[in-house]
DNA sequence: TTGGAAAGTCAACAACGCTGACATAAACTT
DNA sequence: AAGTTTATGTCAGCGTTGTTGACTTTCCAA
């Protein structure tokens, strides 16, 4: 709240109001750089960030479910379906019988869905990987760290949970 | 592009499209902590996040005009004016004739304009200043660096120079 | 066989981006 | 003084992406 100093990392002066805004700002500013590159792409295409979420998501877990892609990027299935509706008959990603459970839906990336993914996922990293090499290792991890205490612990378990490990 | 390793910070295996796509991921669900307490309360009262966003810059700037939001929010006018007009008409923004040059309006924050901006930046730091700590001061520096690394130019300048003391 | 979960669809709505067109006042230029 | 540019505001309309609610179909499991 206020900047009474005197006790531990308190004194360190990097959690008094206004260096929390500066932080907030950033975020802000830095959110907005992250998205600018593939949403270029995305415009050409017709496409929007939703779609870019999709195939990212889709992608990392390939055969994953509707309802598991519902509950990592937390919109309706609604939402959702309009998206994938789009994407499936874009051929973009296809959309298969589930084996066990016949009612689920399996989703892969076709070939043009993993074209197009690269495409912008390619693009994003092509701007982190700059601000990373700027920034140094050092700086890198403690971004991370950072990133990850941000997150609500049911988000952190399924960003830790998409793959085997850690960073 | 590939890893291969061997020349300076390329070899510290940090910069292999698998971390580059993980710090995307990492951006992503962050951003959605990091936006959702102001959401909750926003969403009570019946304003979005660009109420915030006017909210928080106004509050940042006082006395700001509509032209300079525009440049930092990078939306059209009509956008933020539908926003604005609200923010006004409830009492949050004033809203007066520029002294210099009577073309221009001055936006100040009202008393309860205060109020909100308070509560919803108060939430949103709240959860900062835990992953701040969390993570501690050496990772937060590193935060920063990567955060404004990855801005343009362009928003890195809006974002320094809206104050004084830099980070 | 029946209950309920999973998936999909339709309709309607809201927030918030966008473009284009137009109005007004003030300031600047010629 | 007349014309142009700038700052702002507003109207109309559109698209993406989120929401809720209602409903159907499919199909697993008790």
């Known amino acids: 709240m206020n ?12 959690l008094t109001d206004e260096q929390l ?3 907030s700002e950033a975020m802000f500013f830095a959110y907005r750089a992250f998205t600018a590159d593939p949403d ?9 960030r939703a779609h870019h979420r999709a195939l990212h998501f889709i992608r ?12 990592i990027l937390g919109v309706t299935k609604q939402s959702l379906n309009r998206v994938l509706r789009r994407l499936i008959a874009d051929g973009l990603v296809s ?4 084996h066990r459970d016949r009612r689920e839906r399996n989703l892969h990336l076709t070939e043009s869905g993993l074209a197009l993914e690269r495409r912008l996922s ?7 990987r700059t601000a990373y090499r700027q920034a140094g290792p050092e700086a890198v991890a403690g971004f991370r760290k950072v990133l990850e205490a941000m997150m ?16």
């Open 21 to 23: 805004r500066m932080g």
């Open 60 to 71: 990392r877990s390939p055969g994953t479910t509707v309802n598991n892609l519902l509950s």
């Open 152 to 167: 609500d612990e049911q988000m952190r378990r399924q960003f830790l949970g998409g793959r085997e490990g850690g960073g």
């Open 122 to 128: 390619e693009a994003q990293r092509k701007r982190m």
């Open 3 to 14: 900047d009474r100093n005197g006790s531990g990392e308190e004194s360190l002066l990097f």
């Open 95 to 98: 959309s298969s019988v589930g």
């Open 40 to 48: 270029r792409i995305l415009e050409e295409l017709g496409y929007g």
